[in-house]
């Protein structure tokens, strides 16, 4: 089963432009982590946010969390056709469940060059 | 360092046939865990090999099955293929033996993927 919801399902948006991608989940988490895929294949790890940490950024990519509300959000700035990919959130609840991420639905971009 | 890598990268099978997928992790890392990809559920978490013995367990019927070796390479098993099993079969590698940090430890890496067709 899915651990939550992410929103928008899909995005598209003009080169240049910003992208801000949101993800809910329902129980309590040690991380979170975001994900990027191309076309079915492999999944390209992002970001990683401890449940501790509130904001966390990695090149043109920011990433928040809000452990009181469950959610947590993926902004890219200045975006590249090269984006384009569905991006997953994934949530790890730590304990005996370090190695099991659950994933959201993900969100479909699409920059436009 | 050599990524994640899993074969066959395409497999095509017949409904009542069984199946053995692989998976190399990083070098050095424990752990092993397994996803099921289907437009339909999305990204489902099948099991988790850590150090040789299942630390995890999805909700998937006992016809998927897996294993891990002394090496950390583990396999998946699928046995009596139903239509329904035609997804991407993804595995990741996580738990470094020397991690520079909890995020280091925690961070799972991705294969690119086993697609098995069942017709």
């Known amino acids: 089963s899915q651990q939550g919801e992410e929103d928008p399902q899909a995005l598209s948006i003009q080169e240049g432009e910003n992208a801000t991608m949101n993800c809910s989940y329902k129980?309590?988490?040690?991380?979170l982590q975001w994900y990027r895929q191309n076309s079915g294949r492999g999944l390209v790890h992002l970001i990683l946010i401890r449940s501790n940490e509130r904001e966390k950024h990695s090149g043109r990519l920011r990433v928040t969390l809000d452990t009181s509300k469950k959610s947590s959000s993926l902004l890219i700035t200045a975006s590249r056709a090269a984006d384009t990919a569905s991006y997953f959130c994934a949530t790890n609840a730590g304990g005996t469940s370090y190695g099991k991420l659950t994933f959201g639905q993900g969100t479909i971009l699409t920059v436009h060059p | 360092k050599a990524g994640v890598t899993q074969t066959p990268r395409y497999l095509i099978k017949t409904r009542g046939q069984q199946v053995t997928l692989s998976c190399s992790p990083i070098s050095g890392h424990r752990s092993v865990s397994w996803y099921q990809q289907t437009p339909g559920q999305g990204l489902q978490f099948l099991f988790e090999y850590f150090s040789e013995t299942q630390r995890n367990k999805g909700n998937f019927p006992g016809r998927f099955s897996g294993r891990q070796f002394s090496n950390s390479r583990s396999e998946m098993n699928v046995s009596t293929l139903e239509l329904g099993d035609s997804a991407l079969y993804l595995c990741?590698?996580?738990?470094?033996?020397?991690?520079?940090?909890?995020?280091?430890?925690?961070?799972?890496?991705f294969g690119p993927g086993t697609r098995l067709l069942v017709l």
């Open positions: 990741a590698s996580s738990f470094p033996m020397r991690a520079l940090n909890l995020a280091d430890q925690e961070t799972q890496y």
């Open positions: 129980t309590s988490i040690n991380n």
